[in-house]
């Protein structure tokens, strides 16, 4: 037994409000009422002698080359994306704030995504480092947002939980405000339209916090899950980009395994909108081979693809993990790092993320 699997077995890790608090986010009335939700049981044995190797390097490959508590290479060198899925990666291995292999780690981290908030000194709350890539800075929000929610309950000190909280809250209350006429979220606070791929990190981040017992208003909610539904082909399955349109169904994959993710985190679980979309997504099936290079949306693709699965459960789940699992193991480099066009940290904490569902340690996955 590892290092990782003893720690977890003597600690209370399951006692930390990581009980998959249910609290019945708004959704139009197809809720999933029944005890049915994921608890672990259905993966054991998934994570095997081969797959735990593989995630012992790729974390002492992250942890080896963080500075302080930031990751990313190159122009994502401090990118609140980046080091927050970095952190999601040491918590999806049990580890917590001062606690575990890699606690002082994740201490260092939920430091530094802090520190970020608000440094354009335009929007209290706003998680972004603008020397760090600037496209897109509200998928940093998200992801720093998700992660803050997730880690939310685990820190002990004092002065850093207050902290947390207070900057959790902002973080949330900018989500909130941020919300446009069309229901979704864009690249910046203050941007008009929406996307598909935006809103799914907001979403997401707004179950956490909920989760962790922030208030997200009904009407948010509503307002998202309309938005989401007009992105989706409804004879396909397969979502758009935005609802006006982007994309056809060849490149849809990574567009509907957001889209069926964002169903969920808003707490719809059963309906047409979701069994049209697992349809498609099931045309999409990783093929077990490892690649080599893959395109811009691969991990950002599989990362809610392996989510929507775990989540849809049964034989959706029990296909489709292996298959992603050997494909990722196959293509790990030596040096223990997954490699990206966008940054190989970002591939790393991805496929870390992905390869960890199986152990249940995040709360977003125990709705």
Not at 8 to 34: H, M
Not at 45 to 56: D, K
Not at 99 to 106: F, S, Y
Not at 226 to 254: E, L
Request: glycine share 12%.
């Amino acid at each position: 037994m590892s290092n990782r699997r003893r720690f977890l077995k003597s600690t209370s890790l399951g006692l930390l409000g990581l009980g998959g608090v249910a609290l019945g986010f708004s959704s139009d009335g197809r809720e999933r009422t029944d005890s049915g939700l994921p608890d672990g049981s259905a993966s054991r044995g998934m994570i095997t002698q081969e797959a735990e190797h593989a995630i012992e390097r790729g974390l002492a490959f992250l942890a080896s080359r963080r500075r302080g508590g930031s990751f990313g290479t190159n122009a994502y060198q401090g990118n609140v994306a980046v080091s927050s899925l970095a952190g999601l990666a040491f918590l999806s291995g049990g580890s917590q704030p001062d606690r575990g292999p890699h606690g002082k780690l994740l201490t260092e981290t939920v430091r530094y995504v802090l520190s970020q908030e608000n440094r354009e000194g335009r929007y209290p709350g706003f998680l972004h480092n603008p020397e760090a890539s600037p496209h897109g800075p509200m998928y940093g929000h998200g992801f720093a947002t998700l992660f803050l929610a997730e880690v939310y309950g685990m820190v002990h000190d004092g002065a850093l939980r207050k902290e947390l909280h207070d900057k959790l809250k902002a973080a949330v209350k900018l989500i909130l405000h941020s919300q446009n006429a069309e229901g979704g979220w864009r690249y910046r606070p203050d941007t008009r339209d929406a996307d598909l791929s935006v809103t799914i990190c907001q979403i997401m981040a707004l179950r956490a916090a909920r989760n962790a017992g922030f208030a997200v208003p009904k009407t948010t909610v509503d307002a998202c899950v309309r938005y989401v539904k007009r992105c989706q082909d409804r004879r396909g399955g397969w979502f758009r980009y935005m609802a006006q349109g982007g994309g056809g169904p060849q490149q849809a994959f990574a567009r509907t395994a957001a889209g069926i993710a964002a169903l969920y985190s808003a707490g719809i679980y059963k309906g047409p909108e979701i069994d049209a979309g697992l349809r498609y997504l099931k045309t999409c099936k990783p093929t077990g081979n490892p690649t080599p290079r893959p395109d811009m949306t691969y991990f950002y693709g599989h990362y809610y693809a392996a989510q929507t699965m775990w989540t849809a459960g049964g034989s959706n789940w029990s296909e489709w993990f292996p298959a992603i699992r050997d494909e990722l193991l196959a293509s790990q480099m030596r040096e223990g790092y997954w490699w990206d066009r966008i940054c190989t940290h970002y591939a790393t904490a991805m496929a870390l993320i992905i390869l960890q569902i199986p152990n249940n340690y995040l709360p977003i996955l125990q709705k």
